[in-house]
């Protein structure tokens, strides 16, 4: 008897608008990491992406619309400063209007990366590839840059990559290096030995950025997103698979430090960035003494000073993202940055402990975000692309939560059989 040849069906060798948009995402967030100059590379992908997602009728969630309406009046504070302005040649060499314009522009870019992702979850995920992508890449251009001396990819004989400052590039690393951290924390040992390289890699590009803000953030994220962990694990066996993993990958990140550490020309700059309070701190209008007026000249500045105006008066910027929201977007920018810090904070609290799809993206980000607000008080963080990033991603899982909860308060059709308990 002769066995029938079953039909072959046809090979589908087409891509799907939603893969072909999802390659595209991938692209655009590993771009990321080139900001050397303005618009960067992303800002333009970003760009074609939104303008394509629209017309093939992406939506904007109900839930974002309050992150949509305080990130509108902190930019209208923005606008509004423009006013107030005296000097328009930036202490930076940077026009006003331009620094308003950049600031629009990563509010619409936190808005357009969560109605993407609350859109289709799993891009959550290519996000935080792509980032992983985007630190391995730079961190090795960092790090060649450091070694061969490229003064392009050097500042003040700092590692910058390809970024404008090192105080930007080293807390960029960290995202990919926390969601990297979950990673190795929580799968099977089998699978993540790429993620060690990868993480060296990366830990090496923060060191070699000699920025206190990225080592502080690096520490501080690391350790809330252990401590979440630990609290998230219910059994004593995973507790310990935690603590063992941890304690092992910080002899690895120490191991790498002294190994780093071993050459003078890194010892010596290490020596000296690693001073708590550098001379520029503590000075008599240093960066400290300055947090002090400027909060205090806030008080009579109901519409701030404008963009770039607070370098003018005083030696540098302020080095603060809460003093700089209420010198550069006035009070109104103020109350709508922090109302918007701290209720995005509390939103996607719940998430990061609830079995949810996107709990582990919950988790890396809600982590980064307060690690940054934290950061934020002794640097200016306010037009890191990143960090918009994380606020569009915050707001894609709180609309991804709010739908779950809809979904399930949402009452049957009528004839539908009701849901019994499972088991007897």
């Not at 992908?45 to 939104?50: E, Q």
């Not at 700089?324 to 920018?333: E, F, I, N, T």
């Not at 890396?364 to 963080?381: E, K, N, P, Q, R």
Request: a positive charge; aromatic letters at 12%; one cysteine or more.
């Amino acid at each position: 008897m002769t066995d029938a040849v079953a039909p072959h069906a046809p090979i589908d060798r087409t891509v799907s608008a939603e893969r072909l948009g999802d390659a595209f995402l991938f692209l655009t967030v590993a771009s990321s990491g080139i900001v050397m100059f303005e618009p960067a590379p992303s800002d333009l992908f970003i760009l074609i992406h939104a303008m394509v997602a629209l017309a093939m009728g992406l939506a904007l969630p109900r839930a974002v619309v309050p992150a949509v309406v305080l990130l509108a009046l902190f930019n209208i504070g923005g606008i509004i400063s423009v006013t107030q302005v005296r000097w328009w040649a930036g202490a930076d060499h940077g026009h006003p209007f331009i620094f308003v314009a950049i600031s629009l522009m990563l509010a619409v870019n936190a808005v357009f990366f969560a109605a993407i992702c609350a859109e289709r979850p799993h891009r959550l995920a290519i996000v935080m590839k792509a980032l992983v992508a985007a630190g391995v890449l730079v961190s090795v251009l960092g790090i060649l840059g450091y070694g061969l001396k490229i003064e392009a990819l050097m500042r003040a004989g700092r590692a910058k990559s390809t970024f404008k400052d090192p105080n930007v590039f080293g807390p960029f690393l960290v995202v990919p290096l926390v969601y990297l951290a979950r990673l190795i924390l929580t799968e099977k040992l089998r699978k993540i030995w790429p993620q060690f390289i990868w993480a060296a890699i990366i830990v090496a590009g923060v060191f070699l950025s000699m920025s206190r803000a990225a080592w502080g953030l690096a520490a501080g994220t690391l350790l809330m997103l252990g401590l979440v962990l630990y609290v998230d694990e219910r059994t004593a066996k995973g507790r310990l698979r935690l603590i063992t993993i941890g304690l092992a990958s910080l002899l690895g990140i120490v191991a790498l430090l002294a190994f780093a550490l071993s050459f003078p020309e890194v010892r010596d700059l290490f020596d000296e960035r690693a001073k708590l309070v550098q001379s520029y701190d503590g000075a008599r209008l240093g960066r400290f003494a300055r947090h002090g007026i400027g909060f205090l000249m806030a008080t009579e500045l109901p519409l701030g000073l404008g963009p770039y105006q607070f370098g003018h008066i005083f030696p540098e910027d302020p080095h603060n993202v809460f003093l700089k929201a209420l010198m550069v977007y006035g009070w109104l920018g103020f109350v709508t940055y922090t109302a918007l810090s701290f209720w995005t904070l509390a939103k996607l609290f719940a998430p990061m402990l609830l079995p949810r799809p996107w709990k582990a993206v919950a988790q890396v980000v809600w982590v980064l975000l307060a690690g940054h607000l934290a950061v934020s008080w002794i640097i200016d963080s306010d037009h890191w692309r990143h960090f918009f990033l994380l606020w569009g991603l915050a707001w894609a899982i709180i609309a991804l939560e709010a739908r779950h909860r809809h979904m399930r308060t949402r009452p049957a059709p009528a004839g539908a059989p009701a849901a019994g308990r499972a088991g007897g």
